[in-house]
């Protein structure tokens, strides 16, 4: 895996190719948009995904926040898809065996009760101010503040000789404000054009590359 | 009364209306009432109606001698027709017959058009022959006790089969046949199909692999011949056509005498936004056409197709710029002229599209082509050898349609419920389902109860349930109210209805094109310049304009491919590109201009040559193949070269395709010595290598997209209610990931492939396609700049994708484009 540090507001972040940001010093890792239960509300409703792959969401978070020294997690909204599901009960487990903090900025698909967050030491926050930034899920511009938020499932679209073109994930870096890729496994992008003086990293399997823009002719 | 004095009964019937039966309604009336099954070859509008109907009337008659004083109830008769515009003039056809001898039979419609309220009243009391579409039976299969409203049926009669036949909704077709024959024993099967290449094939079909059944049916052809004249539209000097292009506007003024002279005339063009273009710009130049002119296609609203329809039935339209969405349909006696614009494809849609001209018996129909490039000149010479030489091209049946298979069985269990072991005969007797074993059928049952092969923790999934007796069975209302909602084999884009802000429908459009949209742009829908006011729940709220400049949606409609027959009336006319004057038609005379450039570039192959051409641009490293084998062989082929030169090193292509041949374009130099010294066209390994490069393109993933709809796997709304399910919106895109990831051997899933195989790649025509290039001698021309054979390939902008090389590589030479500012 090669992760990417990069500068917001002076302070220095690490991207990993999984579409998180941690957070140096304060020990905090970033996550947007995991989405879980979203394959156990399709089965719900009949429609087949494969159940095996709502492991892969937990997986990959295991493994994310085993690779830095994780104090507080915190995620920026939309960390359930919908109503309560049984994936609340591996959420549960999953929360149990962490030793760290957990934040949850809610987002508009968090409609499950604030309270069985809280009974699970889970702490939820309509937003975060902290040391100048401001935590979200919708990108939102405060004075004074950097904005880290999800909301988005950012992705764009890359061109290259020979008509190619491929279409990624990526993290929107703006002079004021970030906006994180979905981590979630089945959530999908939305493509967006970034502006003159933005930035863009895209996620490959394991590597997070800044990608150079280009103004249209 | 006997078989002949019941056929009497007919025969005086049509000497009252001053008529003599065709001997192809007799023969029907005669096997019909010997008890047969049968395929009955006939044109739309001459007169199937009654040979079947009558047939139907008078086998009730003999088995109800006391009709008169002891009239029967319930359903005897269903007709099925794809296209709901038909099922009114067979209902006036029906009616007049029974009403004439005074039988008491009714005649009723039900399709996606019928009100609630005419369903509900139906559902109690149904008429003696039901009118409908294969969706709408398949949803009187989803409703409780189906099987006492059919058990008397005494025949079924599919009608226009051969547009079904090839398609999935022919599969669902012979599915609900397959339980109907069950539920009525005695019912007869009864097809209408238009020629076709593979008649008998189409009768296996219907009858599915039940010996006894299908020895017991009969083909009878109606032998109507029609004459047709064609006729191409070719401008004095050659210099006015373009290279490439799909308007033909440019051929505009050679068309107006044309519409002038004619009574009522159709101008077929192949895509919607070229029927739009072409509305707008006979108006613009041609103002004096006003309130004679009108536009049909399918995103505009019913009521206006319907008085279009109207209009040009009673002769008051004089001009109708159209699409496919007219290729069929209730005849219009005044059209006697049919304009082509642009390649039809295919010998037979050409033959289908002629014939909506000059309708009235013994009249000549007349269409004329009209190219809109270059090389369509060559279509047009060998469209007119086609049809005097009346080819028609096959029709090739779905198998294993698993997708259809599951939605089937779910429909089942709304209804009534199902028992394993009794419908999976029935399944096995259809002919796509023939070769189902117990393994797959096992799979299928799993997948609608488990929703995958096995129990697994946590789970929820729910759809059918098993019930302790082991029969199948929804029992979910929202469940059995969404598949409702679901049940259908056409997937279509999704889309938003058009309205003015101060109401009024207009028609509507696809998403896609909508999305890239921004409030105050103005476009160009049914023939009108609007200004995008606001999106909002699934409705595009517009308002009218006067700005000229408007864009026009761009609608993507399946591509459609040149037939193997077609492909080789073309090369056989390329041939005679190099042959002396007196060999060639007017067509390819046209072309001389064309010809000494492209031999000054390049050359053109002869009949033992195979032409590749590589040349540079400021876009990459182009090769250009020319098999001259129809847009799917191309498609195939490309991917497969590109897929084994890639073997050779890491690189990356974009694939381009037309009709005539294919292109690879990379940011590096493609290596054709590699070509040829490996010989990469061998068809050693096909399948494999096939297969692996269907994998590297992701053309599967475009196939996934409907098999996923119609399974369920995906929901596509409840209509104008989106905002409820929009939990449960996924693109179908995502899915496939999420397959490839972690059920690669799900069945739906691996359809995806079989059917790029089968229906896309058409690999047995690849096979023969590359035997012929093994017999010819490769020539490879390296060019200076594109060459006219090469510019239709190389600008166009739909490509496939494939390469070898690591992603993070390919995205270090990349870059992103920044918003206009």
């Known amino acids: 895996m090669k992760t990417l540090p990069i500068h917001c507001n002076n302070q220095r972040f690490i991207l990993h190719p999984s579409g998180v940001a941690f957070w140096e010093d304060k020990g905090m890792l970033l996550i947007a948009d995991v989405h879980l239960g979203k394959i156990t509300h399709f089965r719900k409703h009949g429609s087949a995904i494969p159940q095996i792959s709502l492991h892969h969401n937990f997986n990959r978070l295991k493994t994310v926040i085993a690779t830095f020294k994780t104090k507080t997690v915190c995620f920026l909204g939309d960390l359930f898809h919908s109503h309560i599901n049984n994936e609340w009960l591996v959420f549960k487990s999953w929360v149990e065996t962490l030793n760290c903090k957990v934040v949850l900025i809610s987002g508009n698909h968090d409609i499950i009760d604030v309270e069985r967050y809280t009974q699970l030491g889970v702490e939820v926050l309509q937003d975060w101010e902290l040391d100048g930034f401001l935590l979200t899920h919708h990108p939102e511009e405060r004075q004074g503040f950097y904005n880290f938020s999800g909301h988005i499932h950012p992705g764009v679209e890359l061109r290259g000789l020979g008509r190619q073109n491929l279409k990624l994930s990526c993290f929107h870096w703006k002079e004021n404000q970030m906006i994180f890729p979905a981590f979630g496994v089945f959530t999908g992008k939305y493509i967006i054009k970034p502006k003159t003086n933005d930035r863009i990293f895209v996620n490959t399997e394991d590597e997070v590359l800044e990608i150079p823009l280009k103004s249209q002719n | ?821």
Not at chain 2, 59 to 80: C, D, F, M, R
């Open chain 2, 1 to 821: 009364m006997n078989r002949k004095e019941l056929e009497q009964l007919a025969h005086d019937w049509f000497t009252a209306q001053g008529w003599e039966p065709f001997p192809f309604q007799k023969q029907t009336w005669t096997a019909f009432l010997q008890g047969k099954h049968g395929l009955l070859n006939a044109p739309t509008g001459s007169g199937k109606t009654y040979a079947l109907w009558i047939a139907i009337v008078l086998e009730y008659i003999n088995q109800h001698p006391n009709y008169k004083s002891k009239p029967t109830k319930g359903l005897l008769a269903i007709w099925v027709t794809p296209l709901r515009a038909l099922s009114v003039e067979i209902k006036q056809a029906a009616e007049r017959f029974v009403n004439d001898l005074d039988v008491p039979l009714t005649v009723g419609i039900r399709s996606g058009d019928t009100s609630a309220k005419e369903r509900a009243s139906q559902k109690r009391k149904m008429p003696s022959l039901l009118i409908t579409t294969p969706e709408s039976l398949q949803l009187l299969l989803a409703t409780k006790g189906y099987d006492k409203m059919f058990k008397n049926i005494i025949g079924v009669v599919v009608d226009e089969w051969h547009e079904l036949v090839a398609n999935k909704r022919g599969v669902q077709m012979t599915l609900a046949l397959s339980r109907l024959n069950t539920i009525a024993p005695t019912m007869r099967t009864w097809g209408v199909s238009a020629t076709i290449g593979n008649l008998d094939q189409a009768r296996e079909v219907l009858f599915g692999v039940n010996k006894e059944r299908l020895s017991n049916s009969v083909l009878i052809k109606a032998h109507i011949k029609k004459k047709i004249n064609v006729l191409s539209i070719i401008p004095e000097t050659i210099d006015k056509f373009p290279w490439r292009g799909h308007l033909g506007l440019h051929l505009l003024e050679h068309v107006i005498p044309i519409l002038e002279e004619s009574q009522s005339t159709l101008i077929f063009t192949n895509t919607r936004s070229q029927c739009e273009i072409w509305f707008q710009n006979i108006l613009a130049k041609h103002p004096e056409f006003a309130g004679d002119i009108a536009m049909h296609h399918g995103s505009i609203s019913r009521e206006t197709r319907l008085w279009v329809e109207t209009a040009l039935r009673e002769g008051n339209l004089k001009i109708v710029v159209c699409t496919s969405s007219l290729d069929l349909g209730v005849d219009f006696a005044p059209v006697d002229t049919i304009i082509q614009v642009g390649g039809p494809k295919g010998v037979s849609r050409f033959i289908q599209r002629a014939g909506r001209s000059g309708h009235q018996p013994g009249k000549t129909s007349v269409i004329y082509f009209l190219p809109t490039h270059a090389l369509e000149l060559l279509e047009a010479s060998a469209l007119i050898k086609a049809v005097s030489n009346t080819v028609v091209e096959d029709r090739v049946p779905y198998l294993n349609s698993f997708d259809v298979l599951v939605q089937y069985l779910v429909t089942l269990a709304v209804s009534d419920g199902f028992y394993p072991e009794e419908i999976f005969p029935e399944i096995k007797s259809t002919f796509c389902f023939q070769t189902l074993t117990k393994a797959q059928f096992q799979w299928i049952l799993n997948f609608i109860t488990l929703g995958g092969q096995s129990l697994q923790a946590y789970d929820e999934y729910k759809r059918v349930d098993i019930e302790p007796d082991g029969k199948f069975k929804v029992n979910s209302r929202a469940v059995a109210m969404r598949h409702r909602l679901q049940i259908g084999t056409i997937v279509s884009d999704a889309v938003l209805n058009v309205k003015f802000l101060k109401g009024g429908y207009i028609g509507s459009i696809e998403e896609s094109f909508i999305s890239k949209l921004r409030p105050g742009d103005v476009f160009t829908f049914a023939g009108r310049q609007l200004e995008l006011f606001r999106v909002r729940n699934m409705q595009v709220l517009v308002k009218k304009s006067k700005q000229k400049n408007a864009k026009i949606p761009n609608w993507m409609g399946g591509r459609m491919s040149f037939s193997s027959e077609m492909s080789h009336l073309i090369r056989e006319e390329l041939y005679l590109l190099n042959s002396n004057e007196k060999q060639k038609t007017k067509e390819l005379k046209a072309l001389e201009p064309i010809v000494i450039r492209q031999n000054r570039e390049s050359m053109v192959p002869n009949s033992d040559e195979f032409l590749i051409e590589t040349f540079k641009t400021r876009e990459g490293y182009h090769a250009v193949f020319y098999p001259f084998e129809g847009y799917f062989v191309h498609e195939a082929m490309g991917s497969l070269l590109a897929y084994r030169l890639s073997l050779l090193h890491p690189i990356s292509f974009t694939i381009a395709f037309n009709d005539y041949g294919f292109e690879l374009l990379s940011d590096q130099p493609i290596d054709i010595q590699a070509v040829l010294d490996n010989n990469l066209f061998s068809s050693e390994y096909l399948r494999s290598d096939l297969e692996k490069s269907i994998n590297a393109s992701e053309m599967a993933k475009r196939k996934f997209r409907d098999i996923a709809v119609i399974s369920g796997l995906v929901f596509t709304g409840y209509p104008s209610k989106s905002v409820k399910s929009k939990h449960l919106q996924a693109s179908s895109q995502l899915l496939f990931g999420v397959f490839e990831d972690y059920e690669p051997d799900n069945l739906l899933f691996q359809q995806a492939f079989t059917e790029t195989f089968e229906h896309q790649l058409e690999e047995g025509r690849l096979q023969l396609a590359l035997m012929r290039i093994s017999t010819q001698t490769i020539i490879w021309k390296s060019c200076a700049k594109p060459t006219p054979f090469s510019f239709p390939i190389i600008t166009d902008r739909l490509r496939a994708k494939l390469s070898s090389e690591k992603l993070a590589d390919r995205i270090r030479r990349m870059t992103i484009q920044l918003e206009k500012s």
